[in-house]
């Protein structure tokens, strides 16, 4: 038997972080809400994308509402993408082993 993980969508994670904020149960947030409770559970497994009023909804329930705002496009992500690919592959693997060794070096202190 084959056991097939639902993807973790926005809406899944949203709701998740929501929930346990408001430390609710999946139950307890339905309730408040007005949906079924396996309503929520199929939404936090990411089987159901829910439409923006719906989650609006399920939100309001654990006291939070969604907001949207539109800001100007930041273009710097794709200049750093675009100068790493032109870098040589040499460029790129000690890009690479720096990377690890700082992570490793941050790892260690942490502990």
């Not at 200049?79 to 690919?85: I, P, S, T, W």
Request: charge should be positive.
């Amino acid at each position: 038997m084959v056991m097939v993980k639902a993807s973790t969508t926005t809406a899944s994670a949203f709701l998740r972080l929501a929930r346990i904020q408001a430390g609710l149960s999946q139950r307890d947030l339905a309730e408040r809400a007005g949906v079924a409770q396996s309503e929520i559970a199929r939404i936090e497994s990411g089987k159901r994308e829910p439409s923006i009023p719906t989650l609006q909804k399920i939100l309001a329930g654990a006291g939070l509402e969604l907001r949207f705002r539109l800001e100007k496009l930041d273009e710097h992500d794709r200049v750093l993408v675009a100068r790493h690919a032109r870098r040589s592959k040499a460029e790129k693997e000690a890009i690479e082993r720096r990377h690890r060794r700082n992570v490793a070096h941050f790892a260690a202190k942490k502990r």
